[in-house]
């Protein structure tokens, strides 16, 4: 329905025509031979119809590929994805997800597509789903893997190493760099890095092999508290214990680093004003056109308010017609120094280097900053504006403005996402609108408050 | 010099307290008992001089301890740090880094300042740094680290066990998931899970466990290809071969997943307009301004440019000063329009799943959305002129620019990220204003002239 012309590339073509023609061996094996810089690019443009062929045809056989491809795309990408299959083979592909993974994927979809897909999966597989679901996202209880190595610390490394060879196919993919120990009531009491394991005489029991003080978090610990815990050790991955100090999973180092990967790429967005920072072109039209709207409209109710401003001045502006010419100057100016402090703030907020506390002291940094920096471009202004117009006391309004409107832009935009934080909402979404419009309001003020006060030396020069 | 009012926090202080007392066992007893989360905001807000004087007490008997708290910060930070310690001091630290962040590190110092600290670092970690020193940061050489257990493909499964007990410690720190495998001549030829090891019956040869086909990755593969096979394959790291397949390090895949968070990063701040994406606030006031005046004197000569759109109308706006209103109204609401779509742009080249070729493709979905965006605030815009100004012409004007220049500005913000990228620029830094230019200068130039077009009508009303 939607115009759409797709510029398919060679690979996604050859792809199609291998998905056309219903063969699951050679399209398993196509896929496979993709260079993996590839794979993203070549299914994200295939169509939509093809795409679920695909997956339905991996499904039977190659459902551990077609779980692999999967892990290319965002979860919300991959969620529409599986909602197009059946939900028996959905399920098949999700079974052979890593759990972290199955989470993320699960979460995105309607509760009742999940519920469908869940009731197909293997039992136990999906019990696990559905305790996982129970977290939030960015969690240390929704980055977990639930695939870890657990034992009671009263065996001995004998019997640890027998069930190692007996489970190998399975314990495959698991985080086998530390064994885990825990009492009979499933209580974390200790971690033994594989290392020891291997180096350990035979009979020694695992509590002796143990690490003294084992590092473990809290099922509901936050990405940042993660974050700065993997700063602070060393180790690939660290176990998640619940209330009752419960062992119920292991958070891996790269598990967080990519949940942190991600955030920053959706600030990136919300700061360009995508609402919850997803967007993709690949989504239906009229759901993008309401994401941008709903951003849209209110910032068109804010340049209406910050223009009104101009009304007030209306008389200037029709005595002295040129003004209309430099109130967009002084305000754009500006407004790209304001955006550099909320840059600088969401960054160092982002890396916890400032907290709603320092609100003082940004200020302060932010208001000498501006100060020299509206100096230099306000005489550099001043200087064009003179030449060009051959008027200075108009040059004088317009580069003068300057200092005083960029120590405004560039103060709130340094301490308007702390103030967002504090109040507890996004600092990446409303910052950049927020500042932007008390830079062009304060502008349009500035300039023609100044030019009406030296109306009578503008007009005689 | 500068006006810097610290706004202390409680743990600073006394952390202050416990360096000015000069004793370093306290110092390193109250770093670790820090709460992880705290730890780079303590940190980071000392001053310089006592920041320097910590690392210089912690640098005698807790240079690891000094090493780990490098790691909060990013790379720069860590590095102004180790600057302004002596040579020998500084070398005490370096040496205790994991690889990865010693060449991070030592790639941000002058060269000067590096090779003073390498000579004094212990030779043989010396000469392995300047090694890896010389690949680019986001490479596979730049990444990996060259911790990692080797062995000759001969040797017998209790050689290497022998090994690993003898060198127990030493090894601690190192990628152990995995031994890979060398020839004589050091070339890599395969890989045995640490799990195969552990199995494996007594006087087993290494080449009987080893996976057939290793992944290996070349030491120049760009951290996008590193993306990618990661997304591919399960392995938490890869070996790194240089151009004769010698083994020469271990690429983790948590280290992929911290360059490209902080590559997200720095794209934020680039887009703000942080020139090379890296500011704090604690760097040298100078350093900031010229950093910041080296983005706003250019975009200074930008919106003068299209400004001056606005004088070839100036009559017109003179017949009609409420334009001056108007004018900002509708630049200001397309501009955010535009960055939208620079947004998603951005984000969508970063993912790999948009590429220059895609061009046209990407062009017809933003027209497409952009018109009937355009169309849905024009009517709006038009209802809201039109009962402020009681002026339908007028409203008409207003409102009927909005989809014509909405189009332009979400086309433009749509595929001039594709266009830098296919000149080699950064599309991070530039596509902003680029995509903000065009759209004020188009702004001005349609409200104008069809104002200028209607003036009898709107005149009249």
Redesign the interface.
Known sequence: M??????D?DATQQLAYVIDSGEAEHLAAFLQLL???????TI?HLDEQRRTRMLSLLSAEHSDLAA?LM??F?DEHAADMIEQLEPSEAAAIVDEM?SDEQTDVLAELDDEDAEAILDEMDPAEAEDARDRLQYDEDTAGGLMITEYLAYRDDQDVDAV?AD??AN?DE?N?YE??YTYLIDPAGKFIGVVP??S???APAGRKLADLAIKKPTSVPVDAEL??LE??F????F?AVPVVDAKGRLVGVV???AV??A??ES??E???K????IAGE????MP?MS??LR??A???P??VL??F???M??LF?GT??KL?????????V???CG??G??A???S???V??????P??????F??EA??AL??GI??GA??LA?VWVWQGNFYLALVVGGSVPVVIVVAKTAGGIVPLLLQRLGLDPAMASG?IV?TTT?LFS?FIVLLFATLMMSKIAVA
Chains 1, 2 share one sequence.
């Open positions: 939607t115009f759409d012309p797709q510029t590339t260079p993996p810089e590839d794979t993203t690019y994200s692999d892990e290319h965002i890593d190493i190692l060879r190998a314990y993919e086998v760099r594989m290392r394991l291997v180096m940042e508290d700065g815990l700063d602070r050790v060393d690939s891996q180092r790269a680093q990519e942190l990967s920053a790429n600030d990136l967005l700061v360009a004003g995508i967007e993709f072109r690949s039209m993008r056109l941008r709207l951003f849209l409209l910032i068109m340049v209406l910050s223009a009104s101009i009304h209306i502006v029709g017609p040129v003004l209309a010419m430099f109130l967009p100057v305000s754009g100016l790209s120094g955006n550099q909320v840059g600088v969401l960054r160092e982002s890396l916890g280097i400032i907290r506390r320092d609100f003082l002291r940004v302060f940094k000498v900053l020299f920096a230099v471009l550099a202004l064009v609108p932007s062009d349009f």
